[in-house]
Nanobody, 116 residues
Framework: QVKFVESGGGLVQPGESLRLSCAAS????????MGWYRQAPGKERELVAR????????HYADSVKGRFTISRDNAKNVVYLQMNSLKPEDTAMYYC?????????WGQGTQVTVSS
């Protein structure tokens, strides 16, 4: 079945960086556009970055543009999110899934907390 395992989150100070990883399995990931989503407490889940199956044409939400970079390794079925210049408002649980149309199942996510 479709499975996502996210990792790499943590507690960092404003301005610091993190790199998230997502291992996907159970579907032909190499032919799927993929995305990173986040959900902050009390807010709806939002798509923050997505990338085509070929690893081109990345698209970012305005709130993260210029700070986050999405990439993928199709040989390993892994999607990455490099997050630089983190801000407190980036605090959320981060998930990966197909984008923009998601699968019904989600991974456990990885928590990112930005606080001084």
């Amino acid at each position: 079945q479709v499975k996502f395992v996210e990792s790499g989150g943590g507690l960092v100070q404003p301005g610091e960086s993190l790199r998230l990883s997502c291992a996907a399995s159970g579907f032909p990931g190499s032919i799927s556009s993929m995305g990173w989503y986040r959900q902050a407490p009390g807010k709806e889940r939002e798509l923050v970055a997505r990338i085509t199956s070929a690893g081109s044409s990345p698209h970012y939400a305005d709130s993260v543009k210029g700070r986050f970079t999405i990439s993928r390794d199709n040989a390993k079925n892994v999607v990455y999110l490099q997050m630089n210049s983190l801000k407190p408002e980036d605090t959320a649980m981060y998930y990966c899934n197909r984008a923009p149309v998601t699968f019904g199942s989600w991974g456990q996510g990885t928590q990112v907390t930005v606080s001084s």
